[in-house]
């Protein structure tokens, strides 16, 4: 590690190369929601340019806020604590800045092949076999920087937050091969019911075991060290693990209520789905216990309120999804925008907000300069905020609409031209998400390369 002799900071580069990629992901990813957003209010107006097609927007899109923007974000964060945590430095900076730079490649590659029209089609698991390759070595690299960080510990207690790093990169490795069948590379399905199983199995395993796992490992780090409070109870941070792991895995199924896989899977997903309040509670019970009395503190700093604000989304992601579970609800929710709302819900509001949060608590660490602009973040905070609420409400609603009109038989067509302004809205508070982005990148960029506070 390098030394930064004007902070006396050692920066830590491999942080730095992922929190750059996931600011500049989430610029570029949220361009292609827009586009997407735009396309399904006049799709006649790009109808000629292949690439443009909803078709192959949309898995751009949704694949760029995965993994490029939420996945890198919590990333840096957790190369950053995970070393601090153990009383250690990264096992190898090295690995790290070259593990950001696979990251982006694999990135570029997946977009490429997504805008030329190759894709494997299904959902969450579109990329084809080279590019989903390249992702497993990702995660195998960052696997072997994170274990052996571990293993040259000086601290003997693993903290939660190391716990749900490591099993987050580690699991999502392994049912990224699953779920993507990389056994059968041209493809990359089996055939009939069990594809649909196993697909999302995988699907609901990467927001379960990837994104919900570096998020918590995030709120545990920064809440308690921001309120200086001590955690709250490191036995309900224990169960609230265990519970996790063993409640998510089994709730793949609830994708495909609709769909004629065995009943005792169905019953599994459902009991289980609604079962995941007990984790969730249990952390937040934990994460708000340790920050009671604090929410001034919480609220002065610009990377803490990023994170609380996560927890607040995760308490009503975890609601509305364990009632989208019953079948009796499903019916009128699912295959409409009502999913959507709930998914921005859970990626944006939930572990997006979380992994900006982490990054912003992270970045002067890392880089051994204040942040270029606190009102910029502030500024990102509010916008993302609104942005996330106002996508929930405008989402939900066209998906009662849809979902009711079609409960009582209505045709489609019919249904469009009432959704057509819940739609113009969503655009134009896409603007809020997108405009947040970019001025993250900015005041990013400014922070590492060109801040002006940093020789004071
Ligand atoms: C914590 C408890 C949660 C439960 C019980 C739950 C439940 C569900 C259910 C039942 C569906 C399927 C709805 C349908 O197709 O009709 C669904 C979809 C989805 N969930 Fe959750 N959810 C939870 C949390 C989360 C979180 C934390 C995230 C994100 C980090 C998330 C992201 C998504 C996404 C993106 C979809 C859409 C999948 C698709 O494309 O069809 N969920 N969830
Ligand atoms: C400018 C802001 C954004 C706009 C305009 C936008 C728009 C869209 C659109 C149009 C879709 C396709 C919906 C459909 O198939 O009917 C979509 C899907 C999705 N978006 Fe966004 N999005 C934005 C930002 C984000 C961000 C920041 C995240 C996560 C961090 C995100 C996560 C997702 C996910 C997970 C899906 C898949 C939903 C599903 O399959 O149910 N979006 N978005």
Redesign the pocket.
Known sequence: MELNTSMNQEINKAALAFALTSAFWFAFATSFGMIAAGYLIAPDFMANIGWLQFGRIRPIHVNLVLFGFVTPGLLAAALHYVPKLCRTRLFSQKLGVYNAILWNITLAFGIAALSAGYTQGR??AELIWPVDMLIVVNFVLVIINLAMTIRSRKEPTLYVSIWYALAAVVLTGTTYCIGNIIWKPDTGALVGIPDAIILWFY??NI??LL??PL?LGVAYYVIPRVTRNPLYSHTLSLIGFWGLLVV?TH?GT??L?QVPVPTWLKVISIVD??A?VIP?MVFLINIWYTAKGKLGEIHADVSAKFVFAGTVF?FF??I???M??LPQV?RV???NN???G??H???LG??GMTALGGLYYVLPKISGKPIYSPFLVDLQYWLVLIGSGGFTIVLTIVGLIQGNAWLNGETVYRVLPEIQIYYILRVAIGFLIAGGAYIGLYNILRTIFFNPGAKA
């Open positions: 959902e969450y699907g609901h927001f379960g994104l919900t998020s998510y709730i609830h994708h209520l789905s609604v995941m969730v995760y992601v975890n509305q999804g364990s989208m579970a499903q929710t699912h295959f009502w999913v959507v709930h998914a819900l859970g990626v939930f572990a």
